[in-house]
């Protein structure tokens, strides 16, 4: 075996540190550039963010200008001659107009100075939000208010506070008993007076001690005995159903539960239409749940004819190299010190992620532009025109890679006619037409014609997945069953079994 030394020449991709996080914010989303792009300008002394500064300017030059016009009036007021010598010349009396711009909104001083005094003596925005009451605080209230005292009410608090969002106490007794170092009977007593709380059915360990306490309270009240059932034996039936039957009766098998109590399918029917006036989850009133903001990255409008794709700079800083540093590094000379190295480092970071960030912003409105072109018809006139889109098509259209169209519609969002979508939104899968002419439809577009079908058949004999597909075949589109049922559960429709109403 001999030994040798060969020349190879190869071409190979290597991932470099500024590819690497041009990729990186190429794929982050508007709140992520944000926090990144903050971050930037804390790590590297060279950048600075140009809007920030111009606020500033603009606040100095309202100060000056303020200035300069109360020395002015200042002035004007030292060397103004008065007029006492001088006859007053009548005039018309003054209109309500004419007086509302002399002395404002209001006459008054005491007023009229708080007014002037500006907006640092009114609470700020955030001062003024006011937070909705939890479930926790709404419980202790009713807790500070019962007989509850000592102890008691120390324990009345521990289970308070291991009730779950929904308002269950999924916690062990015996774990509580832990905690609370009492004997079982006293947390058992303390339980049972909290379960009286409102909202009704509150600390209870399942769904069926939940309606059960529900039930107990409803049967307390009179007036909802009467209103609710329309015989006392339906109130057995009622308990019944709870104890025995939850799971025939979320599988709406009301005959089987009618033959296992030996009563009618008419009074089945009472119970249930009771039961449903029950709420399971009890905490649900008191969710913290908020919507959250979106923002979107682009916008897309018609201007005279053409959609036009506008990127949102609104909120994101406008980067640029601090004039002081650069007129620094040109007066240095050639002196090499740590502080020239250091400098000339941040400089060049600086410049990549400026070129980066107008890379990425000229790839996003790239591929926008791109979607634009293919969905134009769903911009027009709605959902029902949707095209079918991969990837591979828009990354044909605009010369990139697959993956770089993946990592630019990934979180992002554009606000157009149609609302705000997610970009990953104008992709879908394509559904054949039944008799293979013209394109195929969209999966979106079918979606949204199982979700009225849906929405418009009758409640005591709803659609089953097998009819939805002969409707649809009606209307020449070409699906099967099985995938009916798969977008039927992406819409969050159950099946046709639990959408059967029983009848009123």
Known sequence: MDLRLDL????????????????????????????????????????????LETQEEET???????????????????SGETDENQPAKESEPLTSEEWDNILGNDWRPAQRDQIGAGDDEFPSYEQTLTKPTSLEEHLEWQLRLSSLEGPERDIGRLIIGNLDEDGYLRVVLSELQEDAKCPLEQLEQVLQQIQTFDPPGVAAKNL??????????????ETGIEKTFPAVFSM????????????????????????ALDVTLDE?????????????????????DSNSIIIPDVYVVKHEGEWVVLLNEDGLPRLRISPYYRRLLSNSGEDVGTTKTYLEEKLKGAQWIIRS???????????????????????EKGIQYLRPLVLKQVADDVGMHESTISRVTTNKYVHCPQGILELKFFFNAGI??????????????????????????????????????????????????????????ELHIASASQRKRIPT
């Open 268 to 288: 089945v029917y009472d119970a249930v239409h009771v039961i449903e006036g029950l709420e399971p989850k009890p905490g649900r009133p008191f969710s913290m």
């Open 432 to 489: 054949q037409r039944a008799d293979n002419r013209g394109e195929d439809m969209s999966s979106v577009t079918v979606r949204e014609m199982i979700r009225e079908m849906v929405a418009q058949e009758e409640s005591g004999n709803p659609l089953k997945d097998q009819e939805i597909v002969s409707r649809l075949k009606q209307k020449n589109i070409l699906i099967a069953r099985r995938t009916v049922a798969k977008y039927r559960a």
């Open 357 to 379: 960030i107008d890379q990425r912003n000229k790839t996003i409105v790239k591929v926008v532009t791109s979607l634009i072109k293919f969905q134009e018809a769903f911009l």
């Open 236 to 259: 057995e039936v009622v308990s019944s159903i709870i104890k025995s039957h939850l799971v025939d009766l979320q599988k709406k098998r009301y005959q089987v539960v009618a033959k």
């Open 208 to 221: 069926e001690e939940c309606l059960l306490v529900q039930l107990k309270l409803l049967r307390q009240d």
């Open 60 to 78: 100095a030059t309202a100060e000056e200008g303020s200035e300069q016009a109360k020395e002015l009036e200042a002035e004007g007021a030292g």
């Open 8 to 51: 190879r020449l190869s071409q190979k991709l290597v991932m470099t540190p500024q590819l690497q996080q041009a990729i990186k914010l190429l794929q982050l989303s508007r709140l992520e550039l944000q926090q990144n792009l903050a971050q930037q300008l804390v790590e590297n002394p060279l950048l600075e963010d140009l809007t």
